[in-house]
C-alpha cells in the first residue's frame, strides 16, 4: 500500500469515526488543542507528546506523526499516559462513560494524529489549530 493508500485509508476511518461520534472527535480535538482547556488543560499536541515521551511510550507517539504505520495503544497505556483527571474529562466532553474513555482515545488518537501529521511532522500550532477545527467542521454536518 502506497503513501497515498494509506492517507486515504486514515481519512475513511476517520470520517466513520466522526460520524459515529463526533462528540468524541470533539473532545480529541480538545484534548489536541492548545486554545481549547476542556479536556487536559492547554498543553494540545505538544504536551500530549511530551506525557507520551515521560511514560517511555515516545516512540509510539512518533509513529503515529510519521508517515509508517500506527501501531496500537492500549486503554490501560493511554490511561497510564493521561491519568485520570484528563480522562474524566474526556469522558465527560465525549458523552461516555469514564470506563470507556481509554478504550475510546485508543481508537481515535492514533488516527486521529496521523490525519492531522500528513507529511509525517509535527504541524505548528497555527496548522494544527486549523486543522482541528476542519475536523470538528466535518463532525457537524
Same mark, same amino acid.
Request: hydrophobic residues 45%; without cysteine.
Given at each position: 500500500?502506497?503513501?497515498l493508500?494509506n492517507?486515504? &485509508?486514515q481519512? $475513511?476511518? @476517520?470520517?466513520?469515526l466522526?460520524a459515529s461520534?463526533?462528540? #468524541?472527535? %470533539?473532545a =480529541?480535538?480538545?484534548?489536541?488543542?492548545?486554545?481549547?482547556s476542556?479536556?487536559?488543560?492547554?498543553?494540545?499536541l505538544a504536551?500530549l507528546v511530551?506525557?507520551?515521551?515521560?511514560?517511555g511510550?515516545?516512540d509510539?507517539?512518533a509513529s503515529?506523526?510519521?508517515?509508517g504505520p500506527?501501531?496500537?495503544?492500549?486503554?490501560? &497505556?493511554?490511561a $497510564?499516559? @493521561?491519568?485520570g483527571?484528563?480522562l474524566?474529562q474526556?469522558? #465527560?466532553k %465525549?458523552? =461516555?462513560?469514564?470506563a470507556e474513555a481509554?478504550g475510546?482515545?485508543a481508537?481515535?488518537?492514533?488516527?486521529?494524529?496521523?490525519?492531522l501529521?500528513?507529511d509525517?511532522?509535527?504541524p505548528?500550532t497555527n496548522?494544527?489549530?486549523?486543522?482541528?477545527g476542519?475536523?470538528?467542521?466535518?463532525?457537524?454536518?
Amino acid at each position: 500500500m502506497g503513501v497515498l493508500d494509506n492517507v486515504m &485509508q486514515q481519512a $475513511g476511518e @476517520l470520517a466513520k469515526l466522526a460520524a459515529s461520534n463526533p462528540q #468524541a472527535v %470533539a473532545a =480529541v480535538a480538545s484534548l489536541l488543542s492548545s486554545k481549547d482547556s476542556s479536556v487536559g488543560g492547554t498543553g494540545g499536541l505538544a504536551g500530549l507528546v511530551d506525557a507520551f515521551q515521560k511514560k517511555g511510550l515516545g516512540d509510539m507517539m512518533a509513529s503515529w506523526i510519521s508517515t509508517g504505520p500506527n501501531p496500537p495503544i492500549s486503554a490501560g &497505556q493511554v490511561a $497510564g499516559v @493521561l491519568g485520570g483527571d484528563v480522562l474524566r474529562q474526556f469522558a #465527560a466532553k %465525549a458523552g =461516555v462513560p469514564h470506563a470507556e474513555a481509554g478504550g475510546l482515545l485508543a481508537q481515535l488518537l492514533p488516527t486521529v494524529i496521523d490525519h492531522l501529521s500528513p507529511d509525517g511532522k509535527m504541524p505548528g500550532t497555527n496548522a494544527l489549530e486549523s486543522a482541528l477545527g476542519s475536523l470538528l467542521s466535518g463532525t457537524r454536518k
